[in-house]
């Protein structure tokens, strides 16, 4: 999404919640928008969004945060929901093994629907219960290094890092929304110097 004008907030960033059905995406979601959390479990039906505005870096973000359903059954309804996403939080059951090694399923559809561009975040949930967990923190760490995507492990139950996972992919959609100002500047500055050069050129007598 593009820069708001808006006096009530600098930027607006759609973000979805990708990953198995069960790891937590509607939690999570309900954690960071209501700071709420519900240990009744019900199947998101295709997509849910939400909105949240934050300060980070100085700057006022709104971010509308998409929950999109895990099941295989709904891929082919949450597909589109890829289209326009500025950011992809990619989220596995730290007590469920089988999650984290669709990670790199999920890695694809997100290859296939998304720009190379799109920023990306690894998170681990559940985190709060010890005694299941069945891929360790290492783990979750070198398949991020492996992704070149920063990790994060969360508890929406416990409310550990749900904030500051959203807080680091939001700062880093504001890193690139600058770098590609610098880039906007720098590149425009090389024409009008070019443009300068031209000119000057033609001035000159024969």
């Known amino acids: 999404m593009n820069e708001n004008r808006s006096r009530d ?14 790891v ?6 309900l954690r960071f928008s209501d700071d709420h959390f519900t240990e009744s ?19 006022v973000v709104k971010l509308q945060i998409w929950d999109t359903a895990g099941q295989e059954r709904f891929r082919t309804i949450t597909s589109a929901y890829y289209r326009g996403a500025d950011g992809i939080i990619i989220i596995y059951d730290t007590t469920d093994r089988n999650s984290f090694l669709h990670i790199n399923d999920w ?11 799109t920023c990306k975040l690894l998170v681990g949930n559940k ?19 492996e992704l070149n995507i ?33 880039n906007s500047v720098n590149n425009q500055t090389k024409v009008n110097l070019f443009s300068d050069d031209r000119d000057q050129s033609s001035l000159c007598s024969c």
Do not use: H
């Open 150 to 182: 920063p990790f994060i492990e969360t508890s929406a139950k416990d409310a550990l890092n749900v904030e500051l996972a959203f807080t680091m992919i939001t700062q880093e959609l504001i890193k690139k929304k600058k770098k590609k100002n610098i």
């Open 9 to 22: 907030y600098d930027y607006l960033y759609k973000i979805i919640l990708i990953g198995d059905s069960g």
């Open 24 to 29: 937590g995406k509607s939690c999570i979601l």
């Open 127 to 145: 985190f709060d219960c010890k005694d299941e967990i069945e891929v360790p923190t290492a783990e979750g760490e070198s398949k991020a290094k």
């Open 107 to 117: 890695m694809a559809e997100i290859n296939k629907y998304t720009n190379d561009d």
């Open 41 to 59: 479990y019900i199947t998101t039906i295709g997509v849910d969004f939400r909105f949240r505005t934050l300060k980070v870096d100085d700057k």
